[in-house]
């Protein structure tokens, strides 16, 4: 099974900019789609942004304008980079890929173990 570990957290005072880094321990294309999810303290784990292999990207309202997902085919690596980063961005970022099933419509998600970002001055 494809293991994901993500990299780049870090601490950043507001308007900082940082990447984040997701590399896949086989090929990213065994997933359907990939993205960033996010969890604050005493909240729930929120999309931030994604893409389905081949098709959309979708960002999460609070981060569209700073936030860009992109990806590295040749390394396995999907990344976000964060521009204009404020208080409220300060999270445990979590790499996320999916997969559906064809025949069950089931979907079967892989998490990385999470990197922290501190948006503090």
């Known amino acids: 099974q494809v293991q994901l570990v993500e990299s780049g957290g870090d601490l950043v005072q507001p308007g900082g900019s940082l990447r984040l880094s997701c590399a896949a321990s086989?090929?990213?294309?065994?997933?359907?789609?990939m993205g960033w999810y996010r969890q604050a303290p005493g909240k729930q784990r929120e999309l931030v942004a994604r893409f389905i292999i081949g098709g959309s990207t979708n960002y999460a309202d609070s981060v569209k304008g700073r936030f860009t997902i992109s990806r590295d085919n040749a390394k396995n690596t999907v990344y976000l980079q964060m521009n204009s980063l404020k208080p409220e961005d300060t999270a445990v970022y979590y790499c996320n890929g999916y997969r559906v099933g064809l025949g069950s419509g089931r979907r079967d998600d892989t998490w990385g173990q999470g990197t922290q970002v501190t948006v503090s001055s």
């Open positions: 086989g090929s990213i294309f065994s997933f359907n789609g």
